[in-house]
């Protein structure tokens, strides 16, 4: 858009602010006010201040989970849910009980570990008496072997028995209790009060409540300079511009660029908080070591224009928008990549008024 359809006129009705602007270097810690000629429009404006370690830049991102921090829950045995224990979102420790599950299976688990342990008390008794008899020299040697080896057998099957019904946790009625294999939140409960399972999909989905993972797009102008290990941060869902910002880790970088989208995806590492859970869109500001500095303005200051970012910048009378290229916002301070040099005033008031006198 040319400039003389996307200024706007303000005579500078303070000569000594404009001629001590001139002479030396505007306090950047401290906003001026300036009157527009004729509407008495009052634009309060800042300078740009020198912002060292910029950003590389802001991009898209989605929230997931790590490939280990879900774990299905399932029955062993076919059975019918006889109590459910959780709620989806629920917190949930290592072993907690997630449902009482009744099973005909385990009933014959239990028969089957009295029938070997009966065994086995026959087995070390023979045993035993086979072991005299061949010290005496009434039975060969080999009889006291083979019951001997009948009483290996019999101590393995009671052992195999045991693992079966530990694993179930099987009651003498064929009740087992499905526990919760690591600490976390119920992400999903599939049944519910007299419904079977067994069959189907695992009933009880298990999180970890620990790292979380982030997707980033990167788009091509980035690609080249992301590495893993660059620092990002990621602005929590209803925290205020003074709140500190959740950080990670870039991880990996993929080598190639998705045609569809002109991008290429990378995944980042970030610690759990309030407010960020799987499947969220956020935005990452990519910290790395970025080369070179760039400025900072107040928030206030920022504005969109036909889909662009843009701030009204004082040359000579006029403010003119311009487009920049903002990589971070925090703190009530919009950090700006390009576009803007140190030094140059913005208007950080009246923006509204500028963007339509701009568009006349």
């Known amino acids: 858009m040319k400039r003389a359809a996307r200024s706007l006129v303000l005579p500078a009705l303070l000569a ?5 602007c001139s002479e030396s270097p505007p306090d950047p810690d401290a906003a001026s006010l300036e009157t ?20 590389l830049g802001s991009v898209p991102g989605r929230i997931v989970l790590p490939p280990d921090a879900r774990h ?13 224990y959780v709620i989806e979102g629920q917190p949930v420790r290592r072993g907690d009980p997630l449902a009482l599950v009744r099973a005909t299976e385990p009933v014959a688990i239990s028969g089957e570990l009295a029938r070997t ?49 530990a694993l179930t946790g099987t009651g003498l009625d064929g009740s087992m209790t499905l526990r ?23 009933p009880f989905i ?31 869902p209803g925290s205020g511009p003074d709140d500190a910002p959740a950080g990670g880790r870039i991880l990996s970088v993929a080598p190639s660029i998705e045609v569809d989208t002109r991008s290429v995806m990378a995944v980042a590492s970030i610690s759990s ?27 206030s200051a920022v504005s969109r224009i036909a889909g662009q970012t843009h701030v009204f910048v004082r040359e000579g009378e006029e403010f003119v928008p311009r487009a920049v290229e903002v990589v971070a916002n925090a703190g009530g301070r919009a950090v700006i990549a390009e576009g803007l040099g140190a030094g140059e005033v913005v208007a950080t008031s009246s923006i509204a ?8």
């Open 16 to 20: 000594l602010g404009l001629s001590s």
């Open 36 to 55: 527009q000629q004729g509407t008495g429009l009052a634009i309060e404006t800042a300078a740009a201040e020198v912002a060292s370690g910029v950003p």
């Open 72 to 84: 299905a829950v399932t029955s062993p045995y076919p059975g019918a849910a006889i109590r459910v």
């Open 117 to 165: 342990r009966a065994e086995l008390t026959v087995a070390e008794a023979q045993a035993d008496r086979m072991r005299q008899l061949a010290e005496e020299g009434i039975v060969a040697q080999a009889r006291a072997d083979e019951a001997n080896a009948r009483l290996a057998q019999a101590r393995a099957s009671v052992a195999e028995a045991q693992r079966l019904v």
């Open 180 to 202: 919760a294999p690591i600490a976390g939140r119920v992400s999903h409960v599939g049944i519910d009060t007299g419904e079977m399972v067994g069959d189907g999909p695992a």
């Open 206 to 236: 298990v999180e970890a409540s620990g790292p979380l993972r982030i997707e980033l797009q990167l788009p091509e102008r980035l690609a080249r300079q992301v590495r893993p290990g660059m620092g990002v941060e990621v602005q929590l």
């Open 273 to 299: 908080a309030p407010g960020l859970v799987a499947g969220q869109n956020v935005t990452v500001v990519i910290s790395g070591s970025a080369n070179g500095e760039g400025v900072s303005v107040p928030s």
């Open 353 to 360: 008024e500028l963007k339509a006198a701009s568009a006349e």
